[in-house]
């Protein structure tokens, strides 16, 4: 994720491989006289590197890359496109039985989205399980 992220931000913004490590040795080279620390220039093959996921570029090279791709560090690691799937694939539909049972519906679509069609396969499944443990409860008495 990371790799394909630092090639796209890079891509869009329409710079070279060569492009992205030279800013990012200016941005280094200034952050390392403001702040008076060590902070090392990269090459052209460490971006190639990062892209193709041979190695990942170093704790310390990460807000540099934010900086100059202009991306927060979430899209750049891709911790925001983990969080959008799991609020998608985490809707929850609670529905109470004639006899009382409770049964929970964990679907990756809000309950009021699912067409009338995947609502009823949903309930005919429900059903047919119900059916299939009252038989079994049934045997055992």
């Known amino acids: 994720m990371l790799r394909d992220n630092i090639k796209t931000a890079r891509i ?3 710079w070279s491989q060569q492009d992205l490590a030279n ?3 200016l941005l280094v080279k200034k952050i390392n006289k403001q702040n ?4 090392h220039t990269i090459g052209r093959t460490s ?7 041979r190695y990942t570029p170093e704790v310390e090279s990460i807000p540099v890359l934010c900086e100059i791709l202009q991306i927060s560090a ?14 998608h694939s985490q809707y929850e539909k609670n529905i109470l039985l004639d006899d009382g049972t409770k049964i929970s ?3 990756n679509k809000n309950w009021e989205e699912l067409t009338k069609e995947e609502k009823k396969e949903i309930m005919d499944s429900i059903i047919e399980e119900s059916v299939k443990i ?3 409860e049934s045997k055992k008495n």
Do not use: C, V
């Not at 008076?36 to 902070?39: I, Q, R, S």
């Not at 971006?47 to 996921?53: A, D, L, M, S």
């Open 105 to 107: 519906i964990h679907t």
């Open 47 to 53: 971006i190639t590197h990062w892209e193709t996921g």
């Open 134 to 136: 009252k038989k079994e």
């Open 12 to 14: 869009k913004k329409g």
């Open 36 to 39: 008076n620390l060590n902070l």
């Open 23 to 25: 800013e990012y040795n």
């Open 74 to 87: 979430d899209s750049l690691l891709g911790i925001d496109e983990i969080m959008k799937i799991q609020q």
